[in-house]
């Protein structure tokens, strides 16, 4: 089967980059002639064709939207909304494909991508063949610390490859939970790993560890799989459809736009995240708006645009069953209690609840320790309360203590390495990570326990433009952070 591939659909060069306004911009091929657009905001640009989804009519501006939002289909008036690539006229109903938009970091330039095919697990579709009771089951079950490790970021077999293991013989579809390993999360990040959400696929058939993106990989007569690229983030993350006996699982689960928000619909199951909050922002940030009732009002207003998000993004793929997991940061430790409290998360049953009002044939299955679903049962028959196996009431759901000092004591160690007592460990640690070429000043406040700068401790500037280190910030406008960097012992 051929592999999927990226084409270039348009290009502009950077001086028509330059002239991009902010909001709508009409643009045309002039080779073939075919038109698209491109919405520009403070951040990014977002593009699609310019056709519309019920029956390929051409978009013009909107002259109703004040916003400078939404265009406005010129045959039956459908309405599109190109800031967030959803129709509002009929109201809550399509998704607009989208095209990528990769702007070089050399030359300026701006190309939208294709996908090709965008739909690759069309190419070779199977009949869905019965199945038997307790012939595909998701059960949840735990992993050691080991296999947490792996499922990571920073593992060569993170994501979709690091789930299909030679030696053992299952075929998970986890993708991982750790999210960004980082050593200072490490306290954090291993609280919680003797309880991660695990899904794997119990058919006991093997493995294969070839694949390419988007094309379809054998396991078996019966089991298939296929990795799809991330629209957002290619070289991080992934989504994975598996499919047995022409039953498709499609776990989506930390992956930003899978396949470029084009994804099958239908699907017997469907598994994403829910819970938001991994990256602490902006618990960790003061000063300037960064005040407490900002932060609140961030927080709620982030966590349900995630939970609507993941509600619309079910109601238009209306899988059969659906089924919220993955892990997600517990700040265990005592000093993380402000971030605890603050950083609120999305539970399983909220986001359950909210799919459930909005769609009302999909079955929604809230995976908790030792329960397991069986696909075939539920899929035969939703109200089939035996398709769900409960944990016994005795099961500890949540875990509620932590042998931290094993990361403690080696965290604490590290704020007295050598490298600390010579200045130029600052330049060489921004040089070294290369973040540059963006206007961002930070200030680095190295602080006690209350926050307080630290007698002798390092204060100094990084103005990322130039990767340079000045005494004071630049003249020229600019955003601008401090951090505060707490270093006392643990
Ligand atoms: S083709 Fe656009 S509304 Fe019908």
């Given at each position: 089967m051929t592999p999927q591939v990226s084409r270039t659909v348009l290009r502009l060069e950077a001086s028509e980059v330059r002239e991009l306004k902010y909001g709508i911009n009409f643009k045309k091929n002039p080779e073939d002639g075919k038109c698209y657009i491109v919405f520009k905001d403070k951040d990014k640009a977002r593009a699609c064709k310019n056709q519309c989804k019920h029956q390929g009519g051409l978009f013009i501006k909107d002259i109703e939207d004040l916003d400078g939002r939404t265009v406005r289909c010129t045959k039956h008036f459908w309405k599109l909304d190109v800031s967030t690539m959803e129709y509002v006229n009929p109201p809550d109903s399509f998704l607009q494909d989208e095209l990528e938009v990769v702007v070089s970091d050399t030359d300026g330039s701006m190309e939208l991508v294709e996908l090709n095919p965008p739909d690759p697990w069309t190419l070779d579709p199977r009949e869905a063949q019965d199945l038997q009771p307790g012939e595909l089951t998701l059960p949840h079950f735990e992993i050691t610390r080991r296999e947490a490790a792996r499922y990571s970021h920073l593992c060569w077999r993170h994501l979709a490859a690091g789930v299909l293991v030679p030696g053992e013989k299952r075929c998970e579809l986890n993708k991982h939970h750790c999210c960004a390993f980082r050593r200072m999360a490490e306290c954090m990040l291993f609280a919680r790993l003797s309880r991660l959400t695990i899904v794997h696929i119990d058919v006991e058939k093997g493995y294969t560890n070839s694949f390419s993106y988007s094309v379809i990989s054998k396991v078996d007569e019966h089991l298939r799989f296929m990795i799809l690229m991330d629209g957002v983030h290619p070289e991080m993350d992934t989504c994975l459809i598996v499919e047995y006996k022409g039953h498709m699982i499609l776990n989506t689960v930390d992956?930003?736009?899978?396949?470029n928000g084009r994804l099958p619909q239908g699907v017997d199951v469907m598994m994403s995240d829910f819970a938001g909050g991994a990256s602490g922002f902006p618990m960790t940030f003061h000063g300037g708006k960064y005040t407490e009732s900002w932060k609140a009002d961030f927080i709620k207003n982030e966590r349900k645009k995630l939970l609507n998000y993941k509600t619309q993004l079910v109601k238009s793929l209306q899988p059969k069953i659906y089924c919220p997991f993955a892990g997600y940061f517990t700040e265990a430790h005592p000093s993380d209690r402000y971030i605890k409290e603050t950083n609120i998360k999305n539970s399983a049953e909220d986001l359950n609840a909210s799919i459930r009002k909005a769609c009302p044939n999909t079955l929604t299955w809230t995976p908790s320790p030792c329960s397991v679903l069986d696909v075939a049962q539920a899929l035969a028959d939703?109200?089939?309360?035996?398709?769900i196996t409960q944990p016994p009431n005795t099961t500890k759901i949540y875990k509620d203590s932590w042998d931290f000092d094993l990361y403690l004591e080696e965290l604490n160690a590290a704020i007295s390495n050598d490298i600390f007592e010579h200045k130029s460990w600052i330049q060489f640690y921004y040089n070294w990570a290369g973040f540059k070429g963006y206007n961002l000043v930070i200030k680095v406040i190295e602080t006690d326990d209350d926050f307080k700068p630290l007698d002798g401790g390092y204060d100094y500037l990084v103005d990322f433009m130039d990767l340079s280190f000045p005494d004071k910030r630049p003249e020229r406008d600019h955003p601008y952070e401090e951090v505060i960097d707490k270093i006392t012992e643990i």
């Open positions: 992956c930003t736009r899978p396949n939703q109200s089939n309360r035996e398709a």
